[in-house]
């Protein structure tokens, strides 16, 4: 009867002891995979390129002149 009480306690203690270690592994693997966000400022400056053209003045140029044209001609179209 003790034989069998050992026994059945030890089966018990290993099980439990599993479970602890599956316990630890989950709660170190979860830890591991934990995101991280850092911030950190540039070591260059940042440098903005401005090459802007600006074309609208042409553009509104032509295109008053398109529609002179097409009234001068309308039969073109």
Same mark, same amino acid.
């Given at each position: 009867? !003790?034989?069998? +009480?050992? %026994?059945?306690?030890?089966?018990? #203690?290993?099980?439990?002891?599993?479970?602890?270690?599956?316990?630890?592994?989950?709660?170190?693997?979860?830890?591991?995979?934990?995101? !991280?966000?850092? +911030?950190? %400022?540039?070591?260059?400056?940042? #440098?903005?390129?401005?090459?802007?053209?600006?074309?609208?003045?042409?553009?509104?140029?032509?295109?008053?002149?398109?529609?002179?044209?097409?009234?001068?001609?309308?039969?073109?179209?």
């Amino acid at each position: 009867m !003790t034989s069998k +009480l050992v %026994a059945m306690t030890q089966n018990l #203690v290993r099980r439990n002891l599993t479970l602890r270690s599956a316990l630890f592994a989950a709660c170190v693997a979860v830890a591991a995979c934990r995101p !991280t966000v850092q +911030l950190a %400022a540039p070591e260059d400056p940042i #440098v903005i390129d401005i090459n802007i053209k600006i074309e609208q003045d042409v553009r509104v140029r032509v295109d008053r002149e398109i529609d002179d044209l097409l009234r001068e001609n309308e039969d073109l179209f």
